[in-house]
């Protein structure tokens, strides 16, 4: 079992280019969630899906979007990349949704620098 | 507002020695914690969590979290650490009941010396 893959595994970005983040589990885990982690903030919440079909906001939402067409993929998109969004990007997943108890299990991350 | 915070940037402790990493929440009632921990170049891996009951919780690889209500903290322990356990710590916590988006500390990073 992968568990959760992301790719790429790192990428330069020039500013103002598109950009796909993808991330696949095949866990068959109902709930994905996509996180930055930057030096001295931690982990911080992009956005979030609890079941297919469905998203929801974090804390930084603000340039990027998500989709979540199907159980097990959840790709992250910056429309129109700047430098501030240069990062470790995590991709996680759960099994009943946010529920409080649940276990989050990550990918290895994309770290992106966008210049 | 509901938060963990994780006062210690970085930590150097010799292998063999014990190893203390706190962590302090703030929840207007009990949330559930979590630690995680995520070695260099990979993604966070949990090591143990708290919902209810016995306040001294055993997780993976040798570690142990206590619980403590009247310090408002969660603080992750092992009694001897080894030169694997060198990586980055992450606190975690969550309001407890219903759908809730889980708040991370900033992590602690620990160094091991031979």
């Known amino acids: 079992i992968a568990g959760i893959t992301q790719a790429p595994t790192s990428q330069i970005l020039a500013a103002g280019r598109r950009m796909t983040l993808r991330c696949t589990q095949d866990m068959r885990h109902n709930a994905m969630y996509w996180y930055r982690q930057d030096l001295g903030l931690g982990l911080r919440l992009i956005h979030y899906s609890n079941t297919a079909g469905t998203t929801g906001k974090g804390e930084v939402p603000d340039g990027y979007s998500v989709s979540r067409a199907n159980t097990d993929d959840f790709p992250l998109t910056l429309a129109s990349a700047v430098p501030s969004q240069t990062s470790v990007y995590f991709c996680?997943?759960?099994?009943?949704?946010?529920?409080?108890?649940?276990?989050?299990?990550f990918g290895p991350g994309t770290r992106l620098t966008v210049l | 507002a509901q938060s963990v915070t994780q006062p210690d940037i970085h930590i150097t402790v010799s292998e063999g020695a014990s190893l203390e990493l706190r962590c302090n929440y703030s929840?207007?009632?009990?949330?559930?914690l979590f630690w995680y921990v995520q070695s260099p170049g990979q993604g966070l891996q949990l090591l143990l969590k708290?919902?209810?009951?016995?306040?001294l919780v055993q997780g993976i690889k040798g570690f142990e979290a206590e619980f403590k209500r009247s310090q408002s903290s969660f603080n992750l322990r092992k009694p001897s650490v080894h030169w694997s356990d060198a990586a980055e710590y992450f606190c975690?916590?969550?309001?407890?009941?219903?759908?809730?988006?889980?708040?991370f500390g900033t992590g602690t990073k620990l160094q091991v010396i031979p």
């Open positions: 996680a997943s759960s099994d009943n949704g946010l529920a409080s108890t649940d276990t989050q299990y």
């Open positions: 929840y207007g009632a009990t949330p559930y």
């Open positions: 708290y919902f209810s009951g016995d306040t």
């Open positions: 975690a916590g969550v309001n407890s009941g219903g759908y809730q988006k889980v708040t």
